[in-house]
């Protein structure tokens, strides 16, 4: 069962042959009721993050009419949960449309009642294996776990997990999340798990959390969340991140510090996030407009520009829409062709495994 759930690498990209319903464009009632509600509010998009500062430009250059209020963009998965059930009863500027999680979140959210389902024009070009049969949630995107390297303060680039334990990295090494709240650095944990060998699921995230455990007792691990600020300050030298977050924080510092982008040796993660607009959003007709968006060529690209494989992807290069510059602009395909997809099972159970047992196993607060 494990192998059909798994989606098709950069270098193996067979799309199956669907009606392409791709150049649907949303329907003029929508857009006039989207245009009604005036506003869309999103929670936890970094503009550095795949592109989303464009992405954002480009919807509303699109549709004036509606303000974009965005939240907290340094959140993670969890947070974005939490804010749909603290505002079930507020439909103020506080309360999310839309959310951009982990696939783990999507059907915990599902489960929870707090996701309405909307299947958008593009439907049928989003892999099955990345989206709710009902329309509750559906893969937009997926990175693979990589290193970024500030190279003013690390002399020797690390090519794998097991290089990060060297002594000439004390106090370098973060994650670029909260293990116990954000899904880039849950999963972050369970690459690391997976570069020991361990098998994708509970087995990956328990050797994943005694692999960080040994990292923060050697004084390699700094409990600090790491981003492009933190990386070229010098608190986080070596940030272990999706693969498009570093390419895109390596795009934003422009050489100052000069940076190096490596996807592990071994232990290679893909992760796929999931979009789902909420049961209680106060602008659903824009947060479906929102979606299709996403879910256009347009967004898709957008996306691609920022660095990710968008989840139309495969779909997308047969039918010749993919510029070569941006899959040139891309790690070479060969990074990408030993990468693991873990089926949802193994993602909740590592998932699991790393939340509950982080604070006893590897005892570092990380904020």
């Known amino acids: 069962m494990s192998s059909t759930k ?3 690498s950069l270098s193996t990209a067979i799309a199956i042959a669907l009606p392409s319903l791709a150049f649907a464009e949303p329907s003029a009632e929508l857009i006039e009721a989207a245009k009604k509600e005036g506003m869309l509010t999103t929670i936890a998009l970094p503009h550095d993050w795949c592109g989303y500062g464009d992405v954002i430009a480009s919807f509303k250059a699109k549709y004036p009419e509606i ?11 969890a947070d974005e949960i939490e804010a749909i059930k603290a505002n079930k009863d507020n439909k103020g500027p506080q309360s999310p449309d839309v959310i951009d999680v982990g696939l783990a979140f999507g059907p915990q959210a599902k489960a929870e009642g707090l996701l309405q389902p909307y299947k958008v024009s593009t439907w049928d070009e989003i892999p099955d294996t990345v989206k709710d049969a009902e329309g509750f949630w559906y ?76 990292l923060n007792k050697a004084g390699n691990f700094v409990p600090v969340i790491g981003k492009s600020g933190t990386l070229a300050q010098g608190s986080t030298p070596i940030v272990i991140a999706w693969d498009y977050n ?45 979606m299709e968006h996403l879910y256009s ?37 060969a990074s990408y062709e030993k990468a693991y997809f873990p089926t949802l099972e193994e993602v909740d ?15 570092a607060n990380v904020q």
Request: aromatic fraction near 8%; hydrophobic fraction near 45%; glycine fraction near 12%.
């Open 246 to 290: 570093a390419l895109g924080w390596a795009k934003t510092l422009n050489g100052n510090p000069p940076t190096e982008v490596v996807v592990p040796a071994s232990g290679i993660l893909a992760g796929v996030y999931v979009q789902g607009i909420s049961a209680y959003a106060p602008h659903p007709n824009a947060a479906k407009l929102w």
């Open 349 to 363: 159970a590592n998932k699991a495994a790393v939340t509950a047992e982080w604070d006893k196993v590897v005892g």
């Open 139 to 214: 893969g937009d995107y997926y990175g693979v776990m990589s290193l970024l390297v500030n190279k003013d303060l690390v002399a020797n680039t690390p090519k794998d997990w097991a290089d990060l334990l060297k002594p000439e990295y004390a106090g370098q090494v973060a994650l670029a999340g909260d293990p116990r709240a954000s899904n880039q650095a849950i999963l972050g944990v369970l690459a690391a798990g997976l570069g020991k060998g361990a098998k994708a699921g509970k087995e990956a995230g328990e050797a994943g959390l005694a692999y960080f455990a040994e």
């Open 67 to 77: 303000q974009v209020n965005e939240l907290n963009p340094d959140a993670g998965s």
């Open 6 to 8: 798994r989606l098709l």
């Open 297 to 333: 060529d347009e967004g898709q690209l957008g996306w691609l520009k920022g660095y990710c494989h968008p989840t139309r992807f495969n779909a997308m290069v047969k039918a010749g829409k993919v510029p070569q510059d941006l899959i040139d602009a891309l790690p070479p395909a």
